[in-house]
């Protein structure tokens, strides 16, 4: 199932605004809408004909609150943070139509070890008290399989006790574009920024791909891996590369369907309404063609045997998502050190949903003049860059 959020009524650019964002998948569409409720006037351009139709249009949509599975870390703080922000978000746009396929859904969590390996490094997890939920507790392959029947037989064992939490991106995208667009959003879709507008010291707007240039006080960077491309004009170094994520969905009958979310060392399991399952996900390296190989569906399967009867499902979906990763993994959001204007909101990794209402709340602070939190150093675009 295909859904796209189109420019109901396109608009000639202006040649001025507060701020011009660049890049229409969830984080650009969220700091849109922040700045708008803030009364500014806001641009955001999209070189595709549609918004989230990158990585934002995943459709498992999890959040994982212990980002990259490390407790106590800045990353750690800032996805337990992005949650509960992304849940306030998610509740302010409550009353638009799509509200229950992009609500956040709380699910059973299962985490399964297919084999010995994945056992060890479960009970290494369930021994720290920093990841570890105080409700969680494991299982035997035989006990995890008398309270889940639907589980394989050979697998390992498990954990059971905690919760995950998950939504529905491509809805969530269409949500917040209305809300942006009823605020007054100037939306510009098959349009590309050509070339950023600066001078020695700052950012002061950007060029089109249709010759426009527009003049912004705040220019602010939410786009995926080709992000380094936009910036090397000005000399500095971002280094993102592509992850390919591929992903399926099968359907179940009724008497077929199961509630928890399950994840394993290979990937996860994420139940939808309707019998719809989502299947994913790969982690293919600087691989950028958005397509599926049989290498990827066979990963896809191997994930899938956790829970047998979905090797016989049929399947309703596919997608492939090119997720924008830096090298230590932590996205960039800031700005560079002696640069003003230009605001820096991408590499979010596969956590881009998740963390997409905390990065516009420091986004948005920066360009109001709030200076950000401490925890936000770690996340600076310019530990990675140097003049060329």
Do not use: W
């Amino acid at each position: 199932m295909e859904e796209r959020f189109r420019n109901p009524s396109p608009t000639q650019s202006p040649n001025t605004t507060d701020a011009l964002i660049i890049g229409g998948g969830v984080v650009g569409v969220v700091i849109a809408l922040r700045l708008l409720q803030a009364g500014k006037k806001v641009v955001l351009v999209e070189a595709r004909d549609a918004l989230g139709l990158e990585a934002s249009a995943a459709r498992a949509g999890l959040l994982t609150t212990v980002a990259e599975g490390e407790a106590g870390t800045p990353y750690s703080r800032l996805s337990i943070a992005g949650l509960q922000r992304f849940r306030q978000l998610v509740a302010e746009v409550g009353g638009e139509q799509h509200h229950a396929r992009h609500s956040v859904v709380e699910s059973p969590h299962l985490r399964v070890a297919q084999d010995s390996k994945e056992l060890q490094l479960l009970s290494a997890y369930l021994a720290d008290p920093g990841l570890a939920d105080p409700h969680e507790r494991q299982l035997d392959a035989a006990a995890l399989r008398a309270r889940h029947p639907y589980i394989a037989e050979g697998i390992a064992g498990g954990i059971v006790g905690a919760h995950a939490h998950h939504t529905y991106p491509p809805a969530l995208v269409s949500a917040l574009a209305q809300c942006a667009l009823d605020l007054g959003l100037t939306l510009l879709t098959q349009t590309r920024v050509e070339a950023l507008v600066h001078t020695t010291s700052r950012v002061i707007g950007g060029r089109l791909s249709t010759g426009v240039e527009i003049e912004a006080a705040e220019t602010i960077v939410a786009t995926g891996y080709q992000t380094g491309s936009l910036l090397e004009g000005m000399g500095l170094q971002v280094p993102i590369s592509p992850v390919r994520g591929q992903m399926i969905v099968v359907g179940l009958p009724t008497r077929h369907r199961f509630d928890p979310v399950i994840t394993t060392g290979r990937g996860y399991i994420v139940p939808k309404a309707g019998g719809r399952v989502v299947i994913g996900a790969t982690h293919e390296a600087r691989k950028s063609t958005p397509n599926h190989t049989l290498g990827g569906l066979s990963s896809l399967a191997e994930i899938a045997r956790v829970v047998p009867i979905l090797l016989q499902a049929p399947v309703l979906d596919q997608f492939v998502g090119i997720r924008p990763m830096t090298p230590d993994g932590y996205p960039l959001i800031g700005r560079f050190a002696g640069l003003d204007g230009l605001t820096m909101a991408t590499g979010h990794g596969s956590h881009g949903v998740l963390l997409s209402a905390i990065t516009a709340d420091v986004v948005c602070g920066l360009a109001l003049g709030e200076p950000a939190h401490k925890d936000f150093e770690a996340f600076r675009p310019d530990r990675f860059s140097v003049a060329a």
